[in-house]
């Protein structure tokens, strides 16, 4: 065994009921054992809930902060469209790079440490909120994985150059592509050039889809088809897809299966798509919340995540999963210990097999990433909303936030 150089003592770990302590080795675990002994630096965590961290699929650090820049009316899709649009052809890399720390510092401390976001480039935003991105991804790296999805957000066909600008993004950093149909004259095509692009950088693919609560007129069909026309799958996530929420339980059912046969995951973005989608009913309002908690039941991948902080998309926010697991299960009326567990693997194990990785451990042999929340076990953290109290990654510390001290506690407590 190396030499432990720093150890956290009287950690929780899923599914343990005895506390254990975790030895570091430089940038990894070198063990987990129950009393170690040995005169390294310590953190006693107290019996809390000891992880490899939150895991963020879908969120878009390059028009967050901006609500104070926007006119909130209809509180509709088409009007966050509408006023981001206008709003992005001020953006500055300097503006762009300033909101997006604020709100990366926040998804720190609230215990994510990988983040996938969405970057739009298109002759309106031009190469400025990509270039910001690169360099938060560069200066957060200590801290924060980021990936980043060049995203094209007002169409494809009906917007020139925005392919083409695509394409330079991905030979120039860029990790991902992303695609959003419904913004396009032409969704099918859409979605076959993203997949081209795709294909031909050999990166994986996203597609923010059939966002509202119509049954017809989805393109799910033709995103499916592409998958399995280019071999693509378990290479393909799609986002929102509230449409789903107004099907029938069998007409779910069925696409959920479509889903996971072909390798297709699935974000699940509650504060947004809650938000949104619904305005034009006036009683009885529907959640528009796709149950992505059905879909990991029939064997495929669904996550949750931020998608928008303090913007006409989702005018609030801070970054904290924790919530958005909570808003979650709420909202899919999720109360047992299973299942708030299985919310909880939302945004972690879930996330990163969405990512197309195995989910992370805190064990021998892995990269010495842990935050500590307070709570005991993932269930327990998903009910309270359990805050993030210190974390570490690759053996470095990179947050602390102290449990509260009270000073009305009674006498004899």
């Not at 956290?8 to 302590?21: F, K, M, Q, S």
């Not at 709570?375 to 936030?401: D, H, K, M, Q, Y």
């Amino acid at each position: 065994m190396a030499e432990i150089d720093f150890l956290i003592r009287n950690a929780r770990l899923a599914g343990n009921e005895t506390p254990v302590d975790i030895g570091f080795a430089g940038s990894r675990i070198a063990t987990v054992a129950g009393g170690i002994t040995c005169d390294a630096p310590s953190f006693d965590a107290g019996g809390r809930l000891a992880t490899p961290g939150l895991t963020e699929t879908h969120i878009h650090l390059d028009k967050a902060g901006i609500i104070g820049r926007c006119a909130l009316c209809e509180g509709t899709l088409a009007e966050a469209v509408r006023e981001t649009t206008k709003a992005k052809a001020a953006f500055t890399e300097e503006d762009v790079y300033a909101r997006a720390a604020k709100v990366v510092e926040q998804a720190i401390a609230h215990g994510t440490t990988v983040m996938r976001s969405f970057v739009e480039i298109d002759p309106r935003a031009g190469f400025r909120s990509f270039e910001a991105i690169k360099a938060i991804r560069r200066d957060y790296a200590d801290a924060i994985e980021i990936i980043i999805c060049a995203f094209a957000q007002e169409g494809l066909t009906n917007d020139p150059g925005t392919e083409e600008m695509l394409a330079e993004a991905l030979a120039a950093g860029a990790d991902q592509v992303g695609g959003c149909p419904y913004t396009d004259a032409d969704p099918a095509t859409h979605v076959k050039k993203i997949f081209d692009l795709a294909e031909r950088f050999g990166v994986n693919v996203d597609f923010h889809v059939d966002f509202d609560l119509k049954p017809e007129g989805s393109n799910l069909g033709v995103i499916i088809a592409e998958t399995k026309r280019r071999g693509y799958q378990g290479r393909v996530s799609v986002g929102h897809v509230t449409k789903l929420s107004a099907l029938a339980p069998e007409a779910c059912a069925a696409a959920f299966a479509e889903l996971a046969k072909n390798g297709i995951a699935l974000t699940v973005l509650p504060a947004t798509d809650l938000y949104l989608n619904g305005r034009e009913f006036t009683h009885l309002v529907p959640r528009g919340v796709t149950p992505g908690h059905r879909l990991i039941a029939a064997g495929g991948i669904a996550t949750l995540s931020t998608n928008n902080v303090l913007n006409p998309f989702t005018p609030f926010g801070d970054a904290s999963l924790m919530r958005v697991a909570n808003l979650y299960a709420n909202i899919a009326q999720l109360g047992t210990a299973d299942d708030l567990a299985a919310v909880y693997d939302m945004i972690s194990g879930q996330a990163e097999r969405l990512l197309g990785r195995a989910p992370s451990e805190v064990a021998a042999g892995s990269p010495a990433t842990t935050v500590l929340f307070d709570a005991e076990t993932p269930a327990a953290a998903v009910a309270t909303i359990a805050p993030a109290l210190c974390g570490w990654r690759n053996g470095r510390r990179t947050f602390e936030r102290p449990r509260p001290r009270l000073f009305c506690t009674p006498e004899g407590r």
